[in-house]
């Protein structure tokens, strides 16, 4: 039986949902808003997931870009 993916990182603060996951495999996957971004490295994963943060708080006007 496969091990589910385990959620690893949730947010909201950004005015989308923000979800990092960790599968079995060792692979993460970012899901923003509709957006699923997945099969990605450790480096990949931690890179995707602030371009969505940064993205969510220029959105929301908390930073200016």
Not at 5 to 26: K, L, S
Not at 32 to 53: D, F, M, P, V, W
């Amino acid at each position: 039986m496969t091990k589910p993916d385990t959620i690893i990182f949730e947010t909201t603060d950004t005015g989308y949902p923000i979800t990092v996951r960790q599968a079995a495999d060792r692979t993460f996957s970012v899901r923003y808003g509709k957006q699923l971004t997945t099969n990605l490295s450790y480096e990949e994963a931690a890179r995707e997931l602030g371009y969505c943060i940064f993205h969510g708080l220029a959105c929301e006007s908390k930073i200016e870009d």
